[in-house]
């Protein structure tokens, strides 16, 4: 083997080979009063539901915009909440005061909906594209494509300036790092590059101006044997404590023996969201833990949120990437730092691997102004 082939080899993230992979595309513009004026034919005040004629005929036009390119997984949302998107054998959606969960497998579920309530007036409107079939990722630049088409359409019939529509897109490959134990003897090797380069190779360009993110998030279960390594007084105001600084401390010895100093462990059963942000964030909005990181800036260390009154089903242990984590391959590297920190913590806390699951999600997201 050639010392270029040994190189891009050490770079490359050999994952199970019932690894998932999900990708999904957020566009989403501010409702002004403008907008409204210009459909003033679908609003009045004078109804009980005066937004509801209103969000009907954008969904309308939005549905059948991708008709036109055969996207047949799209959902049209106008209630300020936010979109989160997971694998499942079963389609269904799942609403809280804040979120929207999708659960859908790829390959099998297709569904158009609206989510909208017709007396209240949204700050937003998103329109939500996920992808199907079984080559997602293989596809992501060819979807990404055709729901630019859609969005650029979209913006024309309802005369809504393009730099006013902001485009996300969501990708992640979710595994057991444990798979191997469990009898899952293949694996996929992933360079994974970042979507940038990605595109470009299958000639999809990216504007110059956009904001990237790749991190993982690591989901630990709190078992009853994981308990039992530290005493907990459950008389005491502050009865998990010594669980959480346990597994802190434990977490942050990996996690700087493999060089992975970006990171957080969020303990306190609020569902961690990972943005991009110039400067550094960490904040609670209701149910959510927001955590902002700017990639280009030095890393931020780790970070700790957890309540000591509370015992929290899972802990997610989050670990962001800065440009010293991608190297000319991609993040192959920095996701196998990862997981031999994990199969570290694993070693720390007697995890049995043929039992227990540590569940890995590798996200990459971009982000700009359409």
Known sequence: MSIIRKRSAAHKAYLPGNVRDNQYILAEFTLTDEMLQRFSG?????????????????????????????????????????????????????????????????????????????????????????????????????????????????????????????????QHLTYDLFAKNKGCTTTQPHKLREIKKRYASQDVQLPTYHSAMSYAVVTLNISNKLLQQVEIDSHSQDPYNPL????????????????????????????????????????????????????????????????AGELADSIHLIFVATPENNSEYGFGQFLNQIEQAMQLMAIELEIEPSKEELMVRFHQHIAYNF
């Open 42 to 170: 679908k609003y009045s005040a004078l109804k009980p539901q005066p937004y509801y004629d209103f969000y009907q005929q954008l969904s309308t036009i939005f549905f059948q915009l991708t008709e036109e390119v055969e996207l047949n997984n799209c959902q049209f949302i106008a209630n300020d909440k936010l979109a989160r998107v997971r694998f499942s054998q079963e389609m269904h959606q799942w609403q809280t005061n804040q979120q929207i969960l999708f659960y859908y497998n790829p390959e099998s579920h297709q569904l158009k909906k609206s989510f909208f309530d017709g007396s209240k007036r949204a700050k937003k409107v998103c329109l939500l594209f996920l992808a199907t079939g079984s080559e997602i990722r293989v596809n992501a630049a060819r979807f990404h494509s055709r729901v630019s088409q859609v969005v650029q359409k979209f913006c024309e019939k309802i005369q809504l300036d393009k730099s006013d529509m902001r485009l996300r897109d969501h």
């Open 244 to 307: 959480y600084t346990y597994l802190t401390d434990i977490f942050t010895m990996a996690a700087k023996h493999y060089n992975l100093n970006n990171g957080a462990l969020i303990a306190n059963g609020l569902v961690p969201i990972v943005r991009y942000s110039i400067h550094e964030i960490v904040s609670r909005v209701g149910e959510l833990q927001m955590l902002g990181y700017n990639p280009e800036q030095s890393p931020c260390g780790i970070i700790s949120k957890w309540r």
